[in-house]
Structure formats: structure tokens, C-alpha cells
């Protein structure tokens, strides 16, 4: 199989071309011999970054969301950095190529185990993290893409404090904001004595300080994961005519949603299962996260995850006269790739793209009309140094990110791995694309 190899990782679409003129080359010298030649491979080459720490969470879970890009361009990633003894673990990073990170703005209260999400509107980036105490906790951030620094835009606020000698743990948290303007947050609660965990919702009134309980509650109630893996997350989402929740508890993935108006403890419509899991090969991550979702600019919703280490791609149909999940689930691959952290992007317009990791080497899928069925292609591998007794590379962790939405047709990626026990990032980009680049 012949493959062209570029060095930078900023260079996907001038790689595409470059293979794509050498492959007609050959054609032009093969004649009719060229309609046997093997398919050729589209092969996007590293970069290491300037991120580091010594956090196996450096990029956090995929069903949350952890990197934006703002109108002037620039990247952002909110990251944990480890354990920090001025407590402020969740750092956010600007970058203008993937590659150089520059520190823009801590969290303080924050440790080695917080997670984070956020939603990025008008230049104002919203946050909902875990905090170092069992809290969870909410920041505005405001942007100013003249001096590329980010403030506080009002005091941040808490949405659940730390309960009396810590008898409940709280983590994982991911909000959305309604197109009334109201928050709303789910997260993970869990009896730190008992184990007992469920996953709870709660509300903050446009503009509001104060947030409240609703008493919704999204999947079962139960002890039946460890404290130290209570094996259940949720991602909060705005629908076409109210809002929705994807969530995951153990091996299965489930679905809910409410529409527009009522109060907020109206209860939601009745649960549908996505995914039910394979009880032969439960899902070991310990928040059941391994799922990834994006938003379309049409209202449509495109959802990837794994199962027995094969990906899987599910859409929402936001159509009026549809307005439903396609089950079931389209399976991208016929042979099992040891499939796992996957990354969902809207690339603009109907492109869409899937990142997930075959083993340690990440594989791109991408359909350009928004995940229809039978769609799908693989555009390209990304390839990285193996490791060795010598180099001191790792990858039991290779976490993946993108961010959700690249308007530009141009996403930038990392992936998390360890040098001599650092935990670090390769940078890759990648540009929207149909045509097929491996197999």
C-alpha cells in the first residue's frame, strides 16, 4: 500500500492534495493497470505539543467537553494538570496552532480529580466542574479576542456544595444552556458510604444566582458499581423543541428528553435504550464515558461510541416530521479494531467527522452528508512513534480530543500519552474530506 507521509501536522489538506496528484501520476503511467492498484492510505504525522502534567485526566472524558475555537480562530482547551498546591488542577490553555499551548486562566479549588465541561456562546465560555471537595461548580468566562485573555465574567457560583463530612461525592458533571437562557446541570451523585450513585439534575433560572434540586434522576438508583468506579455519565444537549440527556450507565446507553416550558421538576418522557451493551464485555471505564456527541448547525445530533471494540455511529434526526434517533446503530467497522475514545465533530455545513482510536493509532471517519446512512468513510490514519524498551513511551491511556464544533473545516486534535512517566499530547489536524484514505 503506498503512503505519503507529511511531517506537520498542519498540513492535512496540502497532504491530501499531494497524495491525491501522486496517485493520479501513477495512474497516468499504469494506464488501465490503475483500477487494480490498492486503495492508498491518507496518513497524518505528529507533532509533540508543549502540554504536560501528571494527570491521567491531562484531556478528561470524552462525553464531556474540553476544547473550543473562538470566531478569531484561536483554540482552547481546558485541562488538568494534576495535583497543584495552589489547588488549582483545571487550566485553561489558548493556542493558535495546536501545538503551542500558553496557560490563560486557572480554577482554583480544584484537584487532580476534577472534571470539567463547557459550552462556549457570543465569546463567553460557560464552565461546570468538579471541585476538590466533593462540590460542583459553575464559571462564566469571558474572551477578548484583542488581547486573548480570559477573565471571570461574575463571581462563579455553586451549584452543589460539599455536603457534611463528605457523606456524598459529586463528579463528572455536564450542563447545557436552553434557548430561554436557563442552565441546566446533570452530574453523578454518590453515597461515599454505601456506594449508592445516581445521576441528578439541576436548574438556574436565566441570570439567576441560585441553584436548586429538581428531584429528576436519569437511570437507576443503585450500589452496584464500586465507589471508586460508579460506572454512569450524562451529556446535556439542546434539542430542535427542548432539551435532551444522552447517559450511559455501565455497559448500556440510554435516552431522554423534555420539551420547552413547565417547571423544572416536570418529569422527563419515558427513557429510550440507544445501546443496551453486551454483558460480555461490560464497560471497564470507571464513568462509563466512552461516548461522544456533537451538534449540527440544522439541530441534528450525532453520537459515536464503542462496544466490544468496534465504533459505532447513532444520529438524531432533527427533520420536523422526524425528530428521533435512528436506531439502530450503524457499525463502521466489520472486524474488531480494540476500538475506544472516540471523538465526535461538526465540521460545518453537513460534514461531520469521528476520531476514535484502533488500539493507540487513531482512525478518521468523516461523512459529508451529516452521518446519513452508509456514509461514512475512513479519510486517514494518524500514526505516531511506537513505543519502545528504549524511548520510554506509553499509550495505556491514549486519550483523544477535538472540539465539537469546527465551523472552519479544519479541526485540530490531540492525543494523550506518556514520556518517561509525563503525561504529554501529540498535536494533528485534520480538514473535512469524502475521500476514502484507507480501509
Avoid at 143 to 169: C, F, H, I, L, N
Avoid at 196 to 221: C, D, H, K, M
Avoid at 332 to 361: E, K
Amino acid at each position: 500500500m503506498m503512503q505519503y507521509r507529511f511531517s506537520h501536522p498542519w498540513s492535512a489538506f496540502s497532504r491530501r492534495v499531494a497524495g491525491l496528484a501522486a496517485f493520479a501520476l501513477v495512474a497516468g503511467v499504469l494506464g488501465s493497470l490503475a483500477s487494480m492498484a490498492p486503495a492508498w492510505a491518507g496518513v497524518i504525522s505528529p507533532t509533540v505539543s508543549s502540554l504536560s502534567g501528571t494527570n491521567q485526566r491531562l484531556i478528561s472524558y470524552r462525553h464531556q467537553e474540553h476544547m473550543w475555537i473562538t470566531d478569531d480562530g484561536v483554540y482552547h482547551l481546558l485541562a488538568n494538570r494534576g495535583a497543584q498546591t495552589s489547588g488549582d488542577s483545571l487550566q485553561l490553555y489558548n493556542s493558535t496552532d495546536g501545538i503551542t499551548w500558553t496557560a490563560a486562566l486557572s480554577l482554583a479549588g480544584t484537584g487532580a480529580k476534577s472534571t470539567s465541561d463547557g459550552s462556549l456562546s457570543n465569546g463567553v465560555l460557560s464552565v461546570v466542574y468538579s471541585g476538590s471537595s466533593d462540590e460542583i461548580l459553575f464559571a462564566p468566562l469571558k474572551y477578548d479576542p484583542t488581547t486573548q485573555v480570559w477573565q471571570m465574567k461574575g463571581p462563579g457560583q455553586t451549584v452543589r456544595p460539599k455536603t457534611p463530612g463528605g457523606s456524598a461525592g459529586a463528579t463528572n458533571p455536564s450542563l447545557v444552556q436552553d434557548r430561554a437562557g436557563n442552565f441546566w446541570v446533570s452530574f453523578v451523585e454518590q453515597d461515599n458510604v454505601t456506594g449508592t450513585s445516581v445521576l441528578v439534575l439541576y436548574y438556574r433560572v436565566a441570570g439567576g444566582n441560585t441553584w436548586i434540586n429538581t428531584g429528576v434522576t436519569f437511570g437507576p438508583q443503585d450500589a452496584l458499581s464500586t465507589l471508586d468506579s460508579p460506572q454512569r455519565s450524562a451529556r446535556l444537549v439542546l434539542t430542535p423543541n427542548g432539551i435532551g440527556v444522552v447517559y450511559s450507565v455501565r455497559e448500556g446507553i440510554f435516552w431522554q428528553q423534555r420539551p420547552a416550558g413547565g417547571t423544572p421538576q416536570d418529569p422527563w418522557q419515558a427513557q429510550q435504550t440507544l445501546d443496551p451493551g453486551d454483558p460480555n464485555n461490560v464497560d471497564t471505564d470507571p464513568m462509563a464515558s466512552h461516548f461522544s456527541l456533537a451538534t449540527d448547525d440544522q439541530g441534528y445530533m450525532h453520537l459515536a461510541f464503542v462496544n466490544a471494540g468496534f465504533p459505532f455511529y447513532l444520529r438524531y434526526n432533527a427533520a420536523a416530521n422526524v425528530l428521533a434517533w435512528s436506531v439502530p446503530a450503524t457499525q463502521l467497522t466489520s472486524d474488531s479494531i480494540n476500538a475506544g475514545y472516540p471523538q465526535m465533530s461538526w465540521m460545518g455545513g453537513s460534514q461531520v467527522a469521528l476520531v476514535v482510536n484502533a488500539g493507540s493509532m487513531p482512525r478518521l471517519y468523516q461523512s459529508a452528508s451529516r452521518g446519513a446512512k452508509g456514509s461514512f468513510v475512513c479519510t486517514d490514519r494518524m500514526t505516531h512513534p511506537q513505543a519502545t524498551t528504549d524511548n520510554g513511551l506509553n499509550f495505556d491511556h491514549p486519550r483523544i480530543e477535538t472540539p465539537s464544533k469546527v465551523p472552519s473545516g479544519v479541526s485540530p486534535m490531540l492525543m494523550q500519552y506518556t514520556k518517561n512517566g509525563v503525561q504529554k499530547a501529540y498535536a494533528y489536524s485534520f480538514d473535512a474530506s469524502s475521500v476514502a484514505g484507507c480501509q
